[in-house]
């Protein structure tokens, strides 16, 4: 079994900053592509931010140039620095992972249970 612990969220002024990290443990061979999404009430999950295994980087126009991903291979553990937040930043943030169990087998996906970021005006 594969466990993808968040942590790191909170409450924090508009404008502030929060660190969030993702740790990936368990029957891990190898994590392929990982990511960020996000949650508010009443709406649908969205992405917030991709890596991949070679460290490339995707955003959403909403949080470019603020929220930057990043990953420690060495560690299984993913990182999401979220710079001058904002009241609608406010969301559960979830991490996903494509684990791959095995030598040459398949990626599965795993998800945490998410973390609460709210953002103050």
């Known amino acids: 079994q594969v466990q993808l612990v968040e942590s790191g969220g909170g409450l924090v002024q508009a404008g502030g900053s929060l660190r969030l990290s993702c740790v990936a443990s368990g029957s891990i061979f190898s994590i392929g592509p990982m990511g960020w999404y996000r949650q508010a009430p009443g709406k649908q999950r969205e992405l917030v931010a991709s890596i991949t295994s070679g460290d490339s980087t995707n955003y959403p126009d909403s949080v470019k140039g603020r929220f930057t991903i990043s990953r420690d291979n060495a560690k299984n553990t993913m990182y999401l620095q979220m710079n001058s937040l904002k009241p609608e930043d406010t969301a559960v943030y979830y991490c996903?992972?494509?684990?791959?169990?095995?030598?040459?087998?398949?990626?599965?996906?795993?998800w945490g249970q998410g973390t609460q970021v709210t953002v103050s005006s």
């Open positions: 996903n992972a494509d684990v791959r169990l095995s030598s040459g087998g398949p990626y599965y996906r795993y």
